[in-house]
């Protein structure tokens, strides 16, 4: 249990370490999709959300990005200034999986993705993620309250 939680605030503190220069204060959470449990980077603004993990080297296990937005739409994501592969995954109002895409190449830059429907969350994480975590669409998304 106390080995969990210290392995859980070494990747909170990488995911603010390195993601935190020139942006705003960002907050982390645990969320679980089919029951993993993911440490995110959750990104509220327009300018972090425009940046997302663009620029970075690397994303660590079973972590990710977690764009939220104010009202449900159809928000496309770019791999502009990607360094790795990631598989994207759009979440509506009520925190279902309405759509993903795997395996989503940087030089795909400046292709935009959409999903198919509004969505009010989109998740990023390393390629190969979805198919480990078995996650579908449908599954549900629960959110641990980030200030526990």
């Known amino acids: 249990m106390v080995l969990a939680r ?5 990747a909170c503190l990488f995911l603010i370490s390195s993601s935190c220069i020139g942006a705003e204060l960002r907050r982390t959470a645990t969320i679980h999709v089919n029951g993993n449990p993911i440490i995110v980077e959750m990104v509220f603004s327009q300018n972090d959300q425009v940046q997302g993990l663009g620029g970075r080297n690397l994303l660590l296990s079973r972590a990710g990005m977690l764009f939220v ?42 292709q935009i ?34 200030s526990k």
Request: no cysteine; proline share 10%; charged share 20%.
């Open 6 to 10: 210290l392995v859980g605030l070494f």
């Open 69 to 110: 937005f104010p009202k449900p739409d159809r928000y496309g994501i770019w791999m502009r200034e990607m360094r790795f592969p990631l598989d994207i995954l759009w979440f509506s109002a009520d925190r279902r999986v309405i759509y993903f895409l795997r395996n989503i190449q940087p030089d795909t830059f400046p």
């Open 113 to 146: 993705f959409y999903p198919p429907s509004a969505a009010l969350y989109i998740l990023e994480l390393n390629a190969g993620s979805i198919d480990k975590m078995q996650i579908k669409e449908g599954q549900t998304m629960i959110l641990q309250d980030p």
